[in-house]
């Protein structure tokens, strides 16, 4: 089992950034992967990013060479970069985690991100 406890939304202009941190109550190093999904107004949530327990990365086609997900095992976080937001990034979102195959998924409580001028 493992919480997750985001942070880091907030405003941000059209072209600016925000960095979403993902803090996990026990080491990251094994659990199979971790992901960033979001939720807009009226939309199903969908995945934005996903790294894998050996590094592997997969992205939303609409986030791709703007957004990137890494890890620091040493803090059990994960992040989200997000670069060059758009107006339609604007979600509720949500750390994800599958310890294993059996084991989850586990999901945070969420944090807002809106993007306008």
């Known amino acids: 089992q493992v919480q997750l406890v985001e942070s880091g939304g907030g405003l941000a202009q059209p072209g600016g950034s925000l960095r979403l941190s993902c803090a996990a109550s026990?080491?990251?190093?094994?659990?199979?992967?971790m992901a960033w999904y979001r939720q807009a107004p009226g939309k199903q949530r969908e995945l934005a990013a996903l790294l894998t327990r050996l590094g592997s990365t997969k992205y939303a086609d609409s986030v791709k060479g703007r957004f990137t997900i890494s890890r620091d095992n040493a803090k059990n976080t994960v992040y989200l970069q997000m670069d060059s937001l758009k107006p339609e990034d604007t979600a509720v979102y949500y750390c994800?985690?599958?310890?294993?195959?059996?084991?989850?998924?586990?999901w945070g409580q969420g944090t807002q991100v809106t993007v306008s001028s």
């Open positions: 994800n985690a599958r310890v294993a195959d059996s084991d989850g998924p586990y």
């Open positions: 026990r080491s990251i190093t094994s659990i199979e992967h």
